[in-house]
């Protein structure tokens, strides 16, 4: 007998189907104690004491963790709610390495499910947007760039859209308070206010960017006094409630220096792309060394557009890892991000679409227009290449469509528009008209 395998024929005890035939591996002919070794050998190698180790016992390296604490930002060493580039880091990382970024919700509210309109009302604007950082990314210097890729997003469990007065694209018709209190997970979004909705979880950082040097701070600063100047809607320098407090707050040293976080700028800040999920990974130019890189104002779900001015707001757990490019802020005049197929896991599986075109009826004012002056726009019903009001108009129209076909009242309909449908360019072109349109995404509706 040679020491080849050999395999026998053999039926089960009692069969009477001899036609079935199983194929049983016959082992060598060796010692017992030869035959068993190979398992007693893996029994006792495992840890020496003849227990197998488990794969979770096994870790990779530790991720740097900037947490939060206290109940708001001013109670927490590692926020801070205005731009800056005296900013000083709370944290330190090495390229490559994991880092978790504890966040907070984008209005550093107190809001909870119990929150009344009457609450939304109260809150206090000039403490958004609370931001964790800034992280000096190690080996970065002024004019590099850095590509900082989202590992991960863990939500918290609550959330709220809101309507808050004299905020929002469509601040002129919706005056009054108004909140929606979600439960989260991370499959979806359920709320009490909204039976019969569920908004799936595409959660991103609405803020994320880094830090300015002067010659970009005076810039900003510049320009955006100018239009506030010509009746422009601009967020000046606040110092109330302004953090850090000794460089921005009312007594800061340069309190009339600190920028808002509302208006994204070439170094990123409250972007708010929908489309940086997780595996999405932003290139940033690096203008200080460390690139000062801060994020927060998360958001579990957001309808490209964010009409309502909130999306699902969110505190949550954001996991990144940062790579250094040398000299690549050359090639950044704005925040570049990319990705795989996320944008396709986005699309919805069905959905239905309103236009929206440049018009108005005559003798009314735009918004979004009133700075420029009324008398050579207010009369026209037409105006020439306005993707704003084009945008406008298909968001009212969405919102329409919503009252008078799922039964939502009209300030349901503009949280839904907000937070699950987005608004795109259809084109640029077919003047005077310019074309958006409002998708719906149709998966959020469930059967009651």
Known sequence: ?????????????????????????????????????????????????????????????????????????????????????????????????????????????????????????????????????????????????????????????????????????????????????????RLEAHSKDMPGISVPMNAFMGTVGVLPDKPELDKWLKREKALADAGGAVLTPQPVDALPADLCGVDGTNKDECVRTVPPRENGGNIDSKETVVGTTLHFPCFIDGCGLFAGDVHFAMGGGEVAGTAIEMGGRVTLKAKVTKGGASLLSTVHFEGGSQLKDLAPSSFYAISGLSLKPEGELPVFATYLGGEKIAPLANLSEDLTLAARNATLNMIDFLVKTKGLTPEQAYVLTSVAVDLNIAQVVDVPNMGVTAILNRDVFKEQ
């Open 1 to 185: 007998m040679n020491n080849h395998t050999h395999y026998a024929k053999t039926s089960p005890a009692g069969d009477k189907n001899f036609g079935e035939v199983r194929l049983q591996r016959r082992p060598p002919m060796k010692s017992n104690f030869v035959w068993a070794m190979p398992m007693a050998a893996l029994f006792f190698m495992g840890n020496g004491s003849g227990a197998f180790a488990d794969t979770s016992d096994v870790k990779g390296p530790a991720p740097v963790v900037v947490a939060k604490s206290g109940e708001h930002c001013k109670d927490d060493p590692n926020c801070f709610n205005r731009i800056h580039y005296a900013v000083k880091p709370v944290a330190h990382v090495q390229p490559g390495q994991t880092f978790i970024l504890e966040t907070r919700d984008g209005l550093d509210s107190d809001l909870n499910f119990l929150s009344t309109p009457e609450d939304v009302a109260a809150v206090d604007l000039d403490r958004c947007h609370p931001l964790t950082g800034p992280v000096y990314i190690e080996g970065a210097k002024k004019g590099d760039s850095i590509e900082v890729t989202v590992m991960d997003i863990a939500p918290d469990d609550f959330g709220t859209t809101t309507i808050v007065p004299g905020f929002g694209f469509l601040r002129d018709v919706f005056t009054e308070p108004y909140i929606v209190h979600w439960e989260l997970n």
